[in-house]
């Protein structure tokens, strides 16, 4: 391997260099993940269980096979090749903007096609769903990028795919809607009258914002109603999910022995705990193998703080009440966040494997404001010359305090954090942050 000189700024590896297989954590941990509950009779589920709304492989990577390395399907890898490996990019003038002798490094998954992580784990799961002959597949999205990713995961496998979309994002974020429609997708506003969830709620309260959790319901209900025809996806928060993200992990490892550095600290937004999960677990995979030892930060929006400030109990999944109960860090299946920007952190539950390395002590959580979290992507954007995801906006803002708190402790530490998509679709935030019409 050659050296990267001293002013490299992107650490690239070539196509052939993705990783053929998803690193499943569980092998290492020293005590396991709690088992997701049936609601009724609050047994840990069954393959027989999750039939309704999963293909039979999904179901097996999220009940675990007990083996630390899953394949990668080669009709999954073709489609990866489209925009992975994702660059490591080191943030010179962000450094140098902030006088800091910190090394600032970001893992950029803007690349992607839809402009974010999320089509690492929709091409796997359409893929599956295609090799066990569904047609359709049904699934919510708070920002969109969730609902985006998979309606072209749909298209690459030849699958319909409905997208039942929350309506302040449905609202706010009307060119998402767009670029599902443009993939293929059908797109309903959430909550919608066409299921009993959606009535429920609209009976409530006409005007309502929505949340993910009952677009959830939802997209649940299309499914298990559709008679087998269609089953459901999910962008966050589950085994499997967390699974195929850890692509964008072993990826940024092997980018770091290109730099000839290593992070002392890595850092991600969450909502679900997808991206963040994907970029941390494999460093503490290692850790937990006797490698390196990192700090793992996860940074949450104040106004939804379920890691924070939620409880480490058995919830569901979604606000209706249908989905398999998770133990997880919950603000409560009822608890309606703020409308704030950042769509894709709006969600009261935390993915189980997330919160159990947080009470196994692997890893931080710190939770920042909206407008805290904007003025560091103005900053970033200013730079870097990448406007972030409002979600991303949240690494940004922590990785930004490390880095000042190193020009504070003269140390020289090195940052890592995931910049899980661009804000290109996601301007009319910026435009109401310049405004001052922000708040939280
Ligand atoms: C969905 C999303 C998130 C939050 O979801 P996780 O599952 O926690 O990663 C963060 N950033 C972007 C760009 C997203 O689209």
Redesign the pocket.
């Known amino acids: 391997m050659t050296t990267a000189p001293s002013s490299t700024v992107k650490y690239l590896l070539t196509e052939d260099q993705t990783p053929t297989t998803w690193y499943d954590v569980s092998a290492d941990l020293p005590s396991p993940v709690p088992p997701l509950l049936h609601p009724g009779t609050k047994e840990p589920v069954t393959a027989a269980d999750l039939e309704p709304l999963f293909p039979a492989e999904v179901i097996a990577q999220e009940l675990g096979t007990g083996a630390r390395e899953v394949d990668i399907p080669g009709a999954v890898l073709n489609v990866y090749r489209q925009w992975r490996p994702s660059p490591l990019v080191r943030a010179r003038r962000l450094e140098r903007e902030l006088d800091t002798p910190a090394r600032i490094y970001f893992k950029y998954?803007?690349v992607s096609p839809t402009?974010?992580?999320?089509i690492n784990t929709a091409v796997p799961q359409a893929y599956y769903n295609h090799r066990a002959g569904v047609r359709r597949l049904v699934t919510e999205t708070?920002?969109g990028?969730?609902g985006s990713s998979l309606a072209l995961a749909c298209s690459y496998f030849g699958l319909d795919c409905e997208v039942w979309m929350v309506r302040v994002s449905h609202d706010q974020k009307p060119y998402r809607r767009a670029l599902m429609e443009t993939f293929g997708a059908t797109v309903h506003a959430s909550p919608s009258p066409l299921t009993a969830a959606g009535r429920a709620a609209l009976a409530e309260d006409p005007e309502a914002t929505g949340s993910l959790g009952l677009a959830i319901s939802e997209a649940v209900e299309a499914a298990a109603t559709s008679g087998g025809t269609a089953k459901y996806a999910l962008?966050?928060?589950l085994h499997h999910?967390l699974l195929h993200?850890t692509v964008i992990g072993q990826e940024a490892i092997r980018q770091f022995e290109l730099a000839e550095d290593a992070p002392d600290v890595v850092i991600?937004?969450?909502?679900?705990?997808?991206?963040?999960?994907?970029l941390a677990i494999p460093f503490l995979g290692r850790q937990l193998t006797g490698g390196p030892a990192v700090r793992a930060v996860a940074v949450e929006p104040a106004s939804c703080p379920s890691l924070t400030a939620g409880r480490y109990d058995y919830d569901f999944g979604d606000s209706a009440g249908l989905t398999p109960l998770a133990r997880m860090h919950t603000l409560g299946h009822a608890f309606t966040p703020p409308a704030i920007h950042?769509?894709?952190?709006r969600?009261h539950g935390m993915?189980p494997l997330i919160s159990h390395l947080h009470e196994l002590g692997l890893m931080e959580a710190r939770a920042v404001e909206q407008t805290a979290c904007f003025e560091a992507g103005v900053r970033f954007a200013r730079t870097e010359g990448i406007v972030?995801?409002?979600?991303?906006t949240?690494a940004v803002k922590a990785a930004i305090d490390e880095a000042l708190a190193c020009r504070e402790a003269g140390e020289a530490r090195t940052i890592l954090f995931?910049l899980?998509?661009?804000g290109h679709f996601d301007m009319q935030a910026y435009t109401d942050f310049r405004a001052g019409r922000l708040t939280g």
């Not at 402009?115 to 999320?118: I, M, T, V």
């Not at 972030?388 to 991303?392: G, L």
């Open positions: 998954e803007g402009g974010s992580h999320k708070g920002a990028q969730w962008g966050s928060v999910v993200q991600g937004a969450v909502g679900g705990g997808s991206n963040f999960g994907g950042a769509g894709g952190l969600y993915s972030p995801a409002p979600e991303s949240h995931g899980s998509g661009h």
